[in-house]
């Protein structure tokens, strides 16, 4: 069938009690729009979906903006109904819209597709679901012989009615040459005063349309957002969903309940996650590697055999087989580690290469840097890399050893087999296979007395 998509988001949300519209809080990392608006592509790949946008629009359109949509503004909030009318003049008579709420996030590409599949020609599909607790929803009204006569929604529904368990999800297929003919013909006399779409069921069933009912793969994806508590739900939902995916592929998770991904997670066999660990953006972890407790990952490659040990959090870094990081190591955007370097506690390192082998144990800041490989930086070495105005690099060479307390002022170039004595301050090149040191000669006052505490 020739499908046109329409994704509904133009409500504020007024329940979330936020300044920023509903469609964009995220869940899982993402907002809740994308959600639909990837699960729209999934079913039809070449068709770029309508969005209805409203409620801090430029927000949503800014935000959203590397989304391939069209956007069509409802400047007042009047309803779904008025909504979509909004969309329909972007849409041709012989085409059937299907009708997705930004708002129902998680709606699957599987489910939609046999609901496609399944809704016949010339005739309105609806996707219900039997929830436990209905409340606030809007119920699926049914006749003697099971057909659907009416949607009414929960505020404007008598006690028998609500206690039906079956529900709207908000989303439809809907052919658009009757769309155009009955969406105009709307009424607003109703507990919101708002222009229903669903009150297009009871127009629908005037005219002997046929009315097609579906049902999701799983009750989780027609789950709506109207407030925190629903939000903070099917986030938890979401995660044990994934976690599980990922303990089927063979993915040690010490607790799937403690355990977010809030992005693309790959990885290889056996690799063993610690609890409370929160994977976002792009996540790629070899084979046989460790993630320990509270680690925080953000665009990572990781390859075989690493350790991330507890607390560390690290963003935009690749880290070489063998390596291993932490407890406590901060790892930030440009952080290059080669194989089997060893980046110790309160460490912090950023846009820095790191050679094979090098060792970088404690209380380190390393900032735009090359290190070579072997090398031994000691405890509490800084890379003064920032006069106040530019950042400049700092150099280190194979098999240097930084003593500790040292501070580098970029640029400068430390050669390879130097020696930095502990506790210097390097503001010229080092060179190569020397022991260089600046600091005051030691010291000893014989006879020195400690001061003594004066008499009152
Ligand atoms: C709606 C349905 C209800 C269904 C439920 C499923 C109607 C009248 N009711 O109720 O039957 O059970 O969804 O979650 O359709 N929107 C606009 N413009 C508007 C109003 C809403 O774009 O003027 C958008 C919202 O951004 C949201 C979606 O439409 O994404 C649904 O609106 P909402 O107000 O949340 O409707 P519900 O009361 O949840
Ligand atoms: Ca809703």
Known sequence: MNLSTVILAAGKGKRMYSETPKVLHPLAGKTLLEHVVNSSYAVNPHHQPIVVYGHEGEKVKKTLAHLNVAWVEQSQQLGTGHALLQALTHIPDDHNVLVLYGDV????????????????????????????????????????????????????????????????????????????????????QNAQKEYYLTDIIAMAVSENIAIHSSQPGAYEEVLGINDRVQLAKLERQYQLRQAEKLLRQGV??????????????????????????????????????LIGPNCVLRNVIIGDHVEIKANSVIDGAEIAEGCSVGPFARLRPGTVLSPRSHIGNFVEIKNSEIGTGTKVNHLTYLGDSDVGKNVNVGAGTITCNYDGINKHRTTIGDDAFIGSN?????????????????????????????????RGQQRSIENWQRPKKKES
């Open 406 to 438: 040292s501070q580098l002022v970029a640029p400068v170039t430390i050669g390879a087999g130097a020696t930095i004595g502990a506790g210097s301050t390097i503001t010229r090149d080092a060179p190569a296979h020397q022991l260089t040191l600046s």
């Open 105 to 188: 996030p998680l709606i699957s590409a599987e489910t939609l597709k046999s609901f496609i599949d399944t809704t016949p020609k010339n005739s309105i599909g609806i996707l219900t679901a039997t929830f436990p607790d209905p409340s606030g929803l809007g119920r699926i009204i049914r006749n003697k012989e099971g057909q659907i006569t009416q949607i009414i929604e929960d505020k404007d529904s008598t006690d028998a009615q609500r206690r039906i368990q079956e529900i709207n999800s908000g989303i439809y297929i809907l052919p658009a040459n009757l769309l155009k003919k009955w969406l105009p013909q709307l009424q607003n």
């Open 252 to 289: 040690t998770l010490h607790d799937p309940a403690r355990f977010d991904l809030r992005g693309e997670l790959s990885v290889g066999s056996d690799v063993i996650i610690d609890i409370n660990v929160i994977i976002e953006g792009k996540v790629q972890i070899g084979n046989h590697c």
